[in-house]
Nanobody, 116 residues
Framework: QVQLVESGGGLVQSGGSLRLSCAAS????????MGWYRQGPGNQRELVAT???????SYADFVKGRFTISGDNTKKTLYLQMNSLRPDDTAVYYC??????????WGQGTQVTVSS
């Protein structure tokens, strides 16, 4: 059973930065793609950014130019660099990985709180 463990969340002031990490228990090359999702208070879970095994990235419009997704296969870790954070970025951030079969693995989430 693959495990994904997020870390790096916390409390930051508006305009600040955080870097989230997602450590996988197995090689990240086993995933067709990996991504970050978030769920804010009273909201549905939404896609933030994805990266394919080939390194292609995509972003939700609300984070373009502010967030950067990356991965280090040697460390089996996925990252999300978040800059220019805003209060509406407050959410639990989840790491996700898809197998070729389509099966998705999820982490337990890490809380990000941005104060105004």
């Amino acid at each position: 059973q693959v495990q994904l463990v997020e870390s790096g969340g916390g409390l930051v002031q508006s305009g600040g930065s955080l870097r989230l990490s997602c450590a996988a228990s197995e090689s990240t090359l086993g995933f067709v793609d990996m991504g970050w999702y978030r769920q804010g208070p009273g909201n549905q879970r939404e896609l933030v950014a994805t990266i394919t095994r080939d390194g292609d990235t995509s972003y939700a419009d609300f984070v373009k130019g502010r967030f950067t997704i990356s991965g280090d296969n040697t460390k089996k870790t996925l990252y999300l660099q978040m800059n220019s954070l805003r209060p509406d970025d407050t959410a639990v951030y989840y790491c996700n990985g898809h197998r070729p079969s389509g099966y998705a693995y999820w982490g337990q989430g890490t809380q990000v709180t941005v104060s105004s």
